[in-house]
């Protein structure tokens, strides 16, 4: 199994700052099969972006993926009020499919 | 548009089984997988398996085989997930999540709450 480990646990941020957030895997995830989530309270999650570096229809482009491997990153490039939430990063090229454990974006 | 569609909270003794419905609208149902995804409480998203409609193939995570038993109904465009000999830690907010493309989900059910108490 894939344990996906993301970093920080939680990070506080200001309105208009840049937030870099890690998610790092146990071994190579597949063909890059890898996504992020947002999910706020109460809501199910929503899907920002798939394979590694491709935004969800309808997702703003100051949300961006990048890595290979077994490292990966999603950069929010100037943070918005409705961005402070709760980050999962997913794979999906091994089973069983598994997530990390969150990054929390909170306001500062 | 495209939405899944849950049922309700529910509460089961230990012991018990639950199970839990997510009729899909808006697209073809037996096009692409769904998928079910539980979240206990303060825990990461854990994936329990899935579903080809259209073929009816399916595949559990090991750690709930032998417990889940996942089925479709075409003619009604829903898919069930029924999770058996419940204990308390089982109690979490079940999803079923719309797979697009070999694993990532596009969307996502509302959840329901089950809630595992003597």
Known sequence: EIVLTQSPGTLSLSPGERATLSCRASQSVTSSYLAWYQQKPGQAPRLLIYGASSRATGIPDRFSGSGSGADFTLTISRLEPEDFAVYYCQQYGSSPITFGQGTRLEIK | ?118
């Not at chain 2, 939405?3 to 697209?27: H, M, T």
């Not at chain 2, 465009?77 to 797979?99: F, G, H, I, P």
Request: with cysteine; net charge positive.
């Open chain 2, 1 to 118: 548009q495209v939405q899944l569609v849950q049922s309700g909270a529910e509460v089961r003794k230990p012991g018990a089984s639950v199970r839990v419905s997510c009729k899909a609208f808006g697209y073809t149902f037996t096009k692409y997988a769904i998928h079910w995804v539980r979240q206990a409480p303060g825990q990461r998203l854990e994936w329990m398996g899935w579903i080809n409609p259209g073929n009816g193939n399916i595949k559990y995570s090991e750690k709930f085989q032998g417990r889940v038993t996942i089925a479709r109904d075409t003619s009604a465009s829903t898919a069930y997930m029924e999770l058996s000999s419940l204990r308390s830690e089982d109690t979490a907010v079940y999803y079923c999540a719309k797979d697009a493309y070999n694993g990532w989900y596009d969307y996502w059910g509302q959840g329901t709450l089950v809630t595992v108490s003597s």
